[in-house]
């Protein structure tokens, strides 16, 4: 089903992203999750790719079992990072082939050991032009872009931002999944942003529940923009376990999901890093067991 069939219907969407597993023994240990996450009617799920592509083959592999064995809608991730169009062209065949019909398009993280980014020869530059390419190549396509917040890391200033996200919005995207933030007014005022460029396709809000100090440490690595709020940050000191921690890092990811759902946010993505116990304990504290029921 084409993405924006999902989002029209499915107001708001609930979905969950996942990484390739690099064992076959993890791989069907994640199937597992997934199917018990299957049981809270996802509008869809998403699979990564690792830096710099390293992933590419792992998250085409199980993007085609979640097709096959679970039969939730799934988007693939895509990135211009170290492939060519015609391998994209190839792997985009590929998905058509097996009913995968939704793709989430990225310029991409350089390999761990490259300081720079560097455009494969042969492939894109930017986002927006991979965007472009499945738009005339795969016309049935649905097509995902990344939003941010808090701002791009790698921005010059936030209105060069916008006008970067507005080319992948003009190049054909349908919807716009953003980083993860645990300050909702982040999200309003970007959503706000959003409409005085003119850019009016869904957008859905990235939300990743804190399950340990060590992991909020790895955000801070992986994302300089994310911003702690104090108030979360007093809380998880107060933690006097890990097990604490995780249910203070539960509660603040709920009160976020019910305000958003309050402000009218067309979907909530969630990044789960595989696991399903602190989503699933989420939708526990919102008081009902299912997405539908989340919609009513």
């Avoid at 690792?50 to 799934?74: F, N």
């Avoid at 738009?135 to 209105?159: C, D, Q, T, W, Y």
């Avoid at 005022?189 to 009016?200: M, Q």
């Avoid at 911003?227 to 990811?253: D, K, T």
Wanted: hydrophobic share 40%; glycine share 6%.
């Amino acid at each position: 089903m084409h993405i924006s069939t999902i989002l029209k219907n499915q107001f708001p969407s609930f979905s969950f992203e996942f990484f390739p597993p690099k064992t076959a023994l993890a791989s069907d240990e994640l199937l597992l999750a997934i199917t018990e996450l299957k049981k809270l009617a996802p509008s869809f799920v998403s699979v990564t790719y690792g830096a710099g592509g390293s992933t590419r083959e792992l998250t085409r592999e199980l993007v085609v079992r979640i097709q096959k064995e679970i039969e939730i809608p799934v988007v693939s991730h895509l990135t211009c990072v170290g492939s060519s169009a015609e391998e994209i062209d190839s792997l985009l065949t590929t998905y058509v082939d097996q009913g995968i019909g939704n793709v989430l398009a990225l310029r991409g993280d350089p390999p761990t050991l490259q300081a720079e980014w560097v455009p494969t020869q042969g492939g894109f530059t930017y986002a927006n032009s991979l965007v472009a390419f499945i738009k005339k190549s795969f016309p049935s396509m649905g097509i995902g872009v990344a939003g941010f917040p808090e701002g791009h890391p790698k921005a010059v200033n936030r209105l060069i931002e916008m006008d970067h996200l507005k080319a992948k919005v003009d190049a054909g995207a349908d919807y716009i999944c953003t980083q993860l933030f645990f300050d909702n007014h982040e999200f309003y005022d970007f959503r706000e942003r959003c409409e005085l460029a003119h850019i009016t396709i869904p957008i859905i809000a990235g939300i990743m529940p804190i399950v340990s100090v060590k992991g909020m440490q790895r955000m801070a690595e992986l994302s300089p923009n994310t911003r702690f709020p104090a108030r979360l940050q007093r809380a998880i000191g107060r933690a006097e376990s890990s097990l604490y921690v995780e249910n203070v890092g539960v509660q603040w990811a709920s009160e976020q999901v019910r305000d958003l759902i309050d402000n009218k946010v067309a979907g909530i993505h969630f990044y789960t890093l595989n696991k399903s116990a602190a989503t699933r304990r989420i939708y526990e504290s919102l008081g009902v067991s299912n997405s539908q029921s989340l919609c009513t």
